[in-house]
């Protein structure tokens, strides 16, 4: 074999792929990500038209869904359970559609890797498109739902207040935490595939474990620590705050929800690079 | 000359577990009593190749000589287990045509998927759609769903878009066994435009004469390793001949291990 000189790096621009000098794959990931951001936002314009393709409602149906949801827990909260909370509708969906928003990117990054690896087994593709787009998906009905919410607070007489532009801020936050708790998920479901079915029962339990259909106030002393203990408790009050009680989370609240969501999106983000492409070749 | 690609001593090795274990709870029984056993696959042993720009290389070989994880090698898909590889220019793989095409969206969005599967932009993708569409003779279907595509049809938008994109290294795996003989005259054709502008193609197929004729150099696989490395004539003459008798292919012929880089047309 003759020993012809190989460029370190491939000259006048030129592609080059060379498997010993890989690099960090944390970096290296990153890099791939950003130079195959088309394909993100085509996964989401994909996900989005299939599926409102052949129904009625189409693009409604998230706007509508909240809606359904909020007068179903109204009923039953308010009028049945009486509780003390003022205006619930807006209570109520303030968190929904926060929890909505994690939920649906969380369990859909779960959800995604069988495919997704069929596909990246084929052709090279960095997985964490897949993750990305998953949020994309959520992000979009998120805003999507903002919608019905500001109906709401018109049928109700609720004022809009001027801290809204915090809320940028809020989703920011909840985007990283949902990300890394999104590449830890798609990570284990590519090693085992009943990661999915646990997760959804999972994010059941949780959503009832964080204060949405009712008030932090109810919670016996007991259980505080898990109420303490639960990142979405900080991160669905930086978003409900600004809404519904017309003010700026406290910075100590800000502190902590961003501490949090940026340790869970880089532990998520490594563990994610150097694990998820074992796993899809352990068949 | 830079060769195109180039591996060192590459293998690869897959670690397939006896028994399937796909799930936590399986898993964590086998953990428990202690019975987790692997088998060793070595799909590629100890591969040294080198393809100059502008080379048009046939892989012929039996079904799990190692032909597919060469291409999967080669597009970065699966890492060597040991050795290295390096490749330089894009690289468009035709490995599976339609992978990734979605039924529900028409024949104008798949366009757009799939050219932002194999890294391009929007942008780019819409300016190349009409040439795309031209070629694959589907101008009157681009804005109907592929689910009502036939066959054929769905070959030839996956084709186009994969050869349109301009790529230094075109990687085609059996894509060429579907569609029309028209269909196949065509794509065989532009893989002669990408041979005389300087590109450098692989093709893996079953099919001898299509390797004889559009190939200047063959390589055959055996189990993982190189058998006969040289003029595409030559080595699927000795690869049929070695099909109608298989014995062992080391033994039919002198082999050439180290073919000097062939000259370039």
């Given at each position: 074999m003759s020993t012809a000189a190989v460029p370190a790096r491939g000259s006048g621009g030129v592609p080059l792929y060379d498997s010993a000098n890989r690099g960090s794959r944390v970096l290296e990931e990153a890099r791939a990500l950003w130079s195959y951001r088309a394909l993100v936002y085509e996964l989401v314009i994909r996900d989005i038209k299939v599926r409102y393709k052949r129904s009625v409602l189409g693009v409604f149906w998230t706007m509508l869904a909240p809606l359904l949801n909020m007068v179903a827990l109204t009923l039953v909260f308010s009028s049945i359970l009486k509780q003390q909370i003022r205006n619930y509708p807006v209570y109520f969906m303030t968190g929904s559609i926060l929890w909505t928003y994690f939920a649906q990117s969380t369990s859909s990054a779960a959800s995604q890797t069988q495919d997704s690896n069929e596909l990246a087994k084929r052709i090279y593709i960095p997985r964490s498109v897949f993750v990305a787009s998953s949020i994309g998906v959520g992000l979009v009905n998120l805003v999507l739902s903002i919608v019905p919410l500001l109906a709401i607070l018109v049928a109700t007489g609720f004022p809009l207040y001027a801290?809204?532009?915090?809320l940028p801020v809020a989703v920011f936050m909840v985007t990283l935490f949902a990300a890394g708790v999104g590449f830890f998920l798609f990570t284990f479901a590519s090693r085992f595939t009943d990661i999915r079915e646990m997760y959804l029962v999972l994010v059941q339990t949780w959503f009832f474990l964080t204060p949405i259909v009712y008030?932090?106030?109810?919670?016996p002393a007991k259980f505080r620590l898990a109420l303490w203990a639960n990142p979405m408790y900080y991160l669905v009050r930086t978003f409900r705050e600004p809404i519904y009680d017309g003010m700026l989370p406290s910075s100590r609240l800000i502190a902590a929800s961003l501490a949090l969501s940026l340790a869970v999106f880089f532990a998520g983000w490594v563990y994610f690079c150097h694990r998820a492409e074992e796993f899809a070749f352990r068949t | 000359m830079t060769p195109a690609i180039r591996l060192e001593e590459v293998s690869v090795r897959y670690k397939v577990p006896r028994e399937r274990i796909g799930s936590l709870k399986e898993y964590a029984i086998r953990r428990v009593r202690r019975r987790m056993s692997f088998d060793e696959f070595e799909a590629l042993d100890d591969i040294s190749i080198e393809i100059l720009p502008g080379e048009t290389v046939g892989i012929v070989g039996r079904n799990g000589a190692g032909k597919s994880t060469l291409l999967k090698l080669i597009a970065r898909v699966v890492p060597p287990t040991a050795g290295r590889v390096i490749v330089v220019g894009r690289i468009a793989p035709l490995l599976e045509l339609g992978l990734g095409l979605h039924g529900e969206l028409t024949g104008r969005e798949n366009v757009l998927l799939q050219g932002a599967l194999l890294g391009f932009s929007r942008a780019k993708m819409k300016r190349r759609l009409d040439r795309i569409v031209e070629w694959a003779e589907l101008e009157g279907f681009i804005d109907a769903p592929i689910r009502t595509y036939s066959t054929g049809m769905t070959a030839r938008l996956a084709f186009s878009v994969a050869t349109d994109v301009d790529p230094d290294i075109l990687l085609v795996d059996e894509a060429l066994s579907v569609g029309d003989e028209r269909f196949q005259m065509k794509c065989l054709d532009r893989m002669e435009s990408f041979r005389r502008a300087g590109k450098t193609v692989i093709l893996v197929s079953h099919a001898l004469p299509q390797v004889r004729d559009n190939c200047r150099r063959a390589i055959w696989f055996h189990e993982g390793r190189v058998v006969r490395d040289g003029d595409s004539a030559t080595v699927t003459n000795a690869y049929h001949e070695w099909s109608l008798q298989p014995g062992d292919?080391?033994?039919?012929e002198p082999v050439v291990p180290d073919a000097a880089p062939l000259p370039r047309f």
């Amino acid at each position: 074999m003759s020993t012809a000189a190989v460029p370190a790096r491939g000259s006048g621009g030129v592609p080059l792929y060379d498997s010993a000098n890989r690099g960090s794959r944390v970096l290296e990931e990153a890099r791939a990500l950003w130079s195959y951001r088309a394909l993100v936002y085509e996964l989401v314009i994909r996900d989005i038209k299939v599926r409102y393709k052949r129904s009625v409602l189409g693009v409604f149906w998230t706007m509508l869904a909240p809606l359904l949801n909020m007068v179903a827990l109204t009923l039953v909260f308010s009028s049945i359970l009486k509780q003390q909370i003022r205006n619930y509708p807006v209570y109520f969906m303030t968190g929904s559609i926060l929890w909505t928003y994690f939920a649906q990117s969380t369990s859909s990054a779960a959800s995604q890797t069988q495919d997704s690896n069929e596909l990246a087994k084929r052709i090279y593709i960095p997985r964490s498109v897949f993750v990305a787009s998953s949020i994309g998906v959520g992000l979009v009905n998120l805003v999507l739902s903002i919608v019905p919410l500001l109906a709401i607070l018109v049928a109700t007489g609720f004022p809009l207040y001027a801290t809204w532009y915090f809320l940028p801020v809020a989703v920011f936050m909840v985007t990283l935490f949902a990300a890394g708790v999104g590449f830890f998920l798609f990570t284990f479901a590519s090693r085992f595939t009943d990661i999915r079915e646990m997760y959804l029962v999972l994010v059941q339990t949780w959503f009832f474990l964080t204060p949405i259909v009712y008030h932090p106030s109810i919670v016996p002393a007991k259980f505080r620590l898990a109420l303490w203990a639960n990142p979405m408790y900080y991160l669905v009050r930086t978003f409900r705050e600004p809404i519904y009680d017309g003010m700026l989370p406290s910075s100590r609240l800000i502190a902590a929800s961003l501490a949090l969501s940026l340790a869970v999106f880089f532990a998520g983000w490594v563990y994610f690079c150097h694990r998820a492409e074992e796993f899809a070749f352990r068949t | 000359m830079t060769p195109a690609i180039r591996l060192e001593e590459v293998s690869v090795r897959y670690k397939v577990p006896r028994e399937r274990i796909g799930s936590l709870k399986e898993y964590a029984i086998r953990r428990v009593r202690r019975r987790m056993s692997f088998d060793e696959f070595e799909a590629l042993d100890d591969i040294s190749i080198e393809i100059l720009p502008g080379e048009t290389v046939g892989i012929v070989g039996r079904n799990g000589a190692g032909k597919s994880t060469l291409l999967k090698l080669i597009a970065r898909v699966v890492p060597p287990t040991a050795g290295r590889v390096i490749v330089v220019g894009r690289i468009a793989p035709l490995l599976e045509l339609g992978l990734g095409l979605h039924g529900e969206l028409t024949g104008r969005e798949n366009v757009l998927l799939q050219g932002a599967l194999l890294g391009f932009s929007r942008a780019k993708m819409k300016r190349r759609l009409d040439r795309i569409v031209e070629w694959a003779e589907l101008e009157g279907f681009i804005d109907a769903p592929i689910r009502t595509y036939s066959t054929g049809m769905t070959a030839r938008l996956a084709f186009s878009v994969a050869t349109d994109v301009d790529p230094d290294i075109l990687l085609v795996d059996e894509a060429l066994s579907v569609g029309d003989e028209r269909f196949q005259m065509k794509c065989l054709d532009r893989m002669e435009s990408f041979r005389r502008a300087g590109k450098t193609v692989i093709l893996v197929s079953h099919a001898l004469p299509q390797v004889r004729d559009n190939c200047r150099r063959a390589i055959w696989f055996h189990e993982g390793r190189v058998v006969r490395d040289g003029d595409s004539a030559t080595v699927t003459n000795a690869y049929h001949e070695w099909s109608l008798q298989p014995g062992d292919p080391e033994a039919t012929e002198p082999v050439v291990p180290d073919a000097a880089p062939l000259p370039r047309f």
